[in-house]
């Protein structure tokens, strides 16, 4: 249906959803390859496909003959749950949080540039198709009615974006799940009229199946998530049309791909723990894709995963979850039988006990625990994460040198969140380096600073860590970071300099459920009323007097953003957020986070011991002693 209404743009649609399942809004950017351009994930993969390096003959020299393998629809990632049946027969198109749109004329002729709430994610799901999955059902289950609106909707969309669709962003980004769309479409043909030959009057489904393998084979994203599922799909038209040479290249493609998309430690490459999860599952998918239609896939996948497998289980907190970095909803850890997830998601009731306490992965990931529930609850150890490494990319987030923290039974330390993909404040604060727990200043909002772990110490009662970046122009940042088992709780000495007057801050973000007060001028209490457990932040004087304003607590500010946390992209609740406060060319800033009883008492004293600082610490009856030498090394005295 033809329309006069303003295409959005690619800047506007950019990045866009890759799979509904990871996140109910996450949209991934794309990396697209032309003869002149090549970005994203491994460029010099992606010029080489572009070039011709591992590309066979194009789709047009091969002949297209009977399947020989099956190729199995995928579903439809649950999009399909709020469009049904019926409301097909309306036009009628629902996601995520917007309520039914008549994209339509009632008679399935849609108006494809349809975007009513401007939502880049909202416009590329309705170029997905994946919308109409109820319907492909019905019609597989021999529903006519429901066969004919489905193949209607879906011609009508053939018809209105002709080959090649490259200038409308979200038939382009929605490329490899809409072809899973029209391979259902065609399934559901032959199973609801008991045919095993696709019957002519619908030769224009193989047609287009046949546009869109010539679209992915110009337009691969390379070594990233998009790239994976952009092969699974070409493959998967391969398996359906009986094209030895588009599985060939979809082959080579994964093969390519699979090295860059997880690392040799089991890292992936898109900075998201969400995203992470989400590749386990999707490599998972090719592995079984390629044995469903005879493919050999090989080693390596299988391999990679493994690595995966114990990246996750020890990026997962003392709940079952995995900590909330990068691109991330707050998710479940995936229980995969026979997998170190099946004892970290089952919070230690099934599987294997994982031995390994502290990963630290070159990638820009340390994740560390007190145990695995060898003696004493599994959701009462304590767990954190701490991030480094390469500068952002894809789905990664300013929250270099941040950390998270679990303990007690409860979080201790949050990351703010994954607000979607929309182009506002939200956005940008979930990106920023305001919404981690890191020590920021204003200048370096936008910046994308690569950060390195300098020092990595793991002990059997403490690990200590050093980290440092030039997060500005002119300026240098320092965070050391030691993390104590019995009593459980966290100390940073963060430091900073600049060549002009800058203000600087270090923030603590707290969960929503807790109410955080300043008890005194460096000591906040943060506690969920009614809760046995309290967490008491303190800053100690160290080389720098405390100002007037050296401890604040922000609670759902809007202007400029702060105090806010999203457990869903959807879903925006206010949060504390401690800051401890500095100006100046240079900022010390030592930070306590300890997690308590709530009715223990927390003190603390400083004293010298040459020249290193001692803090005598008592939480309750237990104490300990932390020091501090002039380089900024922090350690377990006692």
Known sequence: MPS???RPTRRQL????????????????????????????????????????VTPAPAKQATTRAPQKKYACPGFSGIERTNPVSQLYQDSFAWSIYPPYQVGNGKGDVNWRSNPHKAPSWYMWLHSLRWLGQGVHAAAGGDRKAMARVTTLVHDWVKDNPFSWKSDVGAWESTMHRTNVLICTRQAILSGLKVTRLPKNYAWLDKSLLDHAKFLEANWSGGWNHGTDESIALFGIGCTLGREDLKKLAQQRLATGITSSIDKQGSTNEQSVGYAQFNYNLWGRAIKVLKECGADPGTTITARRTLLANWLALATDSFGR?????????????????????????????GIRPTQRVGIFDAGYVFGRTGWGETRPFTQESTYSIRYGPARALHGQDDHMSITYTSHGRPILIDGGHAGYQFDKWRNWVKSEAAHNVLSSPVMAGRQTPTKLNRA??????????LSDEPAPGMTRRRAVLVLKNPDLIVTLDRATSQQNEPFQTQWHLPSDQKATVSSPNTVVAQ????KVKTVLLQIPYQQKLPSNATKVVHGQADPVQGWHYPKATVRVAAPVVTFN???????????????????????????QGSTQLIDLTIGTVRTTIGITPDGTLTRVK
Do not use: M
Not at 589 to 595: A, D, M, N, T, W
């Open 4 to 6: 006069h209404r303003r």
């Open 14 to 53: 950019l990045p866009l959803l890759a799979a509904a399942f990871v996140i109910a809004t996450i949209v991934v950017t794309s990396s697209v390859v032309s003869q002149q351009t090549a970005w994203g994930p491994d460029a010099k993969v992606q010029r080489a496909a572009a070039e011709g390096k």
């Open 322 to 350: 995995l900590h909330q970095l990068g691109d991330s909803e707050l998710h479940k850890t995936y229980l995969d039988p026979g997998t170190p997830l099946e004892y970290a998601a089952s919070l230690g009731t099934r």
């Open 457 to 466: 110490e793991v002990q059997a009662n403490s690990e200590f860590y050093e």
């Open 528 to 531: 969920k009323p009614g809760e």
């Open 582 to 608: 500095r100006e100046g060319r240079s900022a010390t800033i030592l930070s306590l986070i300890i997690p308590a009883a709530s009715n223990a008492t927390v003190t603390h004293k400083v004293r010298w």
